[in-house]
């Protein structure tokens, strides 16, 4: 049966999260910290949990393996198993500086997909600023042994942010999240990361965490990288509503909108909905259902679901493949 799915996300407890998650959008746990909420998640490190409906209480991944493809979409069928990962992550340190593989070294290698990913900034604190890419194209030795000599924020590109910033990160570019920063992420359905600096942090053992810098080697981009932003008007896909495509590409579509009023929209056979709400209160109606949305929540909707409508007012974003 398709309907629209509320659901619940696994949490994480990394030691540079914070508690914005939990105090300001509504997670419920015991956790100290929650670093980042996994608002979309079928993976073997984290699974959604459908929260209302006839499947509630049942992980999506066995929902959808129970449904078909037909659930995902015509854009899904090219990958071999559930295609995204979005996340809400609350950065109240920095994270370490890392990279991510394409699918061509993380298929073989470790067993998953690469990662691109998508971050749209939600908040950042004054003088918030991200690591992405390198200052100037360097040579793989020059890399090795920046990481050796502990001069690697050296040579990387810092990059100022605000509220609405959004930064497009291909598979094998160096980032870092700093501090003070709250992003959606919008990512390839993958947990593989390759760490090369964490400020000399001690992890919850008491010992320095692990570096991956031979995979690193192998896998990061040398040369400086572009932010890639997109400002295209979305009148293609929701009506009565104000917004911008952040990113399209071979693994994702994105989109901010801002809902004010009642806007209609349509999860089509060519690809799910996930809407995950950033700021305000919506409803969200079909011919036979109605699911009340409120900030830090989010919601599937299986491909071929139909026309929808949203009421109310609020901050969102859509993703689809």
Known sequence: MKYPMKLRAPLKDYLWGGTRLRDEYGKETQLTKVAESWELAC???????????????????????????????RNAEKFPYFPLLIKLIDAHDDLSVQVHPADDYALPVEGEYGKTELWYIVDA????????GFAHEISKEEFQHHIEDDTLLDVVRHVSVQ???????????????????????????????????????????????????????????LAPSREQKQTVPMADICAGAKGRLLASCDYFTVYHVNAAGVCTLEAGADSFHCLTVLDGVLTLQTDSDKVYMLKGESVFLPAGLGRYELHGNGELILSKI
């Open 163 to 221: 509220k609405g910033d959004v930064f497009f990160i291909p598979a094998g570019t160096l980032h870092a999240i700093g501090k003070g920063i709250f992003i959606c992420e919008i990512q390839q359905n993958s947990n593989t990361t390759y760490r090369v600096y964490d400020y000399g942090r001690l992890g919850a053992d008491g010992k320095p965490r692990a570096l991956n810098v031979e995979k690193a080697l192998d896998v990061t981009c």
């Open 43 to 73: 993976h073997k490190d984290g699974m959604s949990v459908i929260a209302n409906g006839a499947a509630a209480g049942r992980t999506l991944a066995d929902w959808l393996a129970a449904e078909g493809q037909y659930a995902l979409g």
């Open 125 to 132: 604190a004054p003088g918030a600023e991200l690591i992405y």
